[in-house]
């Protein structure tokens, strides 16, 4: 009956039969006092530069929604979002779904909701596949947002590379496995890149991040203050909100671990040390 696909696999195609709409729109609140009146009096905030920008939110879990979340009440232009994964109940705790959002996909019901969270005339695609499966070749957002659930470094090399190439600005973020701690890192055009920035010196005192999300710990309280951060970095490229870091990590139970740092290009960074002109070509 089910073919070669699980109950739930089969489930998810069957309700995605009679509800499929990639893309939504928030309102736009023109009637009441400027929505965005109390964020445009921070220095260095342009409403403008928000309103036009384009950002592929890479992750729709834990970490990606809050991001997301955080963006579209900011009244960011389109939130392109991809993920490939189906909602489950243990997402419940930490996520912006709902119980009718079970075992369908992620990016959709995320779009779905926080349409219903945004008054600034946010529009919300969705992109139910892995980002290495999308068609790159159409893809032209200004800035790239990684929040994937598990810490293998498949997916973020993957954005890292398609950034570093494409020369689009990407931040990058990861949860520790014990949910203690993370960082975020920027990516900027012609500085160091995620590879530079994540070599092992720098996680010599942290937990192993390379285990996989479903079994593990997972709580709201380290997403929210790694989603305010990445937010913070979003802003810095888009208008010209002050920073001086591309790398930011934290740990909730250490207070004298993590803080902000810069880190330079390496020249033996195998993305992208020829682009600083570092490595021989035939390297």
Request: proline share 6%.
């Amino acid at each position: 009956m089910f073919g070669d696909c699980s109950l739930t696999d089969w489930f998810a195609r069957f309700l995605t039969r009679f509800e499929h709409e990639p893309t939504w729109r928030c309102r736009h609140l023109q009637s009441l006092a400027s929505v965005s009146d109390r964020q445009e009096r921070i220095a260095g905030w342009d409403q403008t530069r928000m309103r036009a920008a384009s950002v592929l939110f890479v992750g729709a879990g834990g970490l990606g929604s809050e991001v997301v979340a955080g963006a579209v009440q900011k009244g960011l232009g389109t939130a392109l979002v991809c993920d490939q994964d189906l909602v489950e109940p243990t997402n419940l705790n930490r996520c912006y779904f709902f119980a009718r959002d079970l075992y369908r996909n992620k990016a959709e019901s995320l779009c779905r909701n926080l349409s219903q969270r945004g008054f600034l005339g946010t529009t919300l695609h969705a992109y139910p596949c892995r980002f290495q499966d999308l068609d790159h070749s159409n893809l032209q957002p200004d800035l790239i947002v990684c929040g994937v659930d598990n810490q293998f470094p498949e997916t973020r090399l993957a954005i890292a590379g398609f950034a570093h190439e494409r020369g689009i600005p990407a931040v990058l973020m990861g949860v520790t496995t014990d949910a203690d701690g993370g960082y975020v890192t920027v990516q900027s055009p012609g500085s160091a890149c995620w590879a530079c920035v994540m070599r092992p010196d720098l996680h010599s005192d942290s937990p192993p991040t390379s285990i996989r999300c479903p079994g593990t710990p997972a709580s709201i309280d380290i997403l929210k203050v790694l989603a305010g951060v990445a937010l913070y970095a979003m802003d810095s490229l888009i208008m010209r909100r002050p920073r001086d870091w591309n790398y930011w990590s934290v740990s909730l139970a250490r207070g004298g671990f993590g803080g902000s740092m810069s880190v330079s290009p390496r020249f033996e960074c195998p993305l992208c040390g020829h682009a600083h002109g570092l490595l021989p070509e035939d390297a």
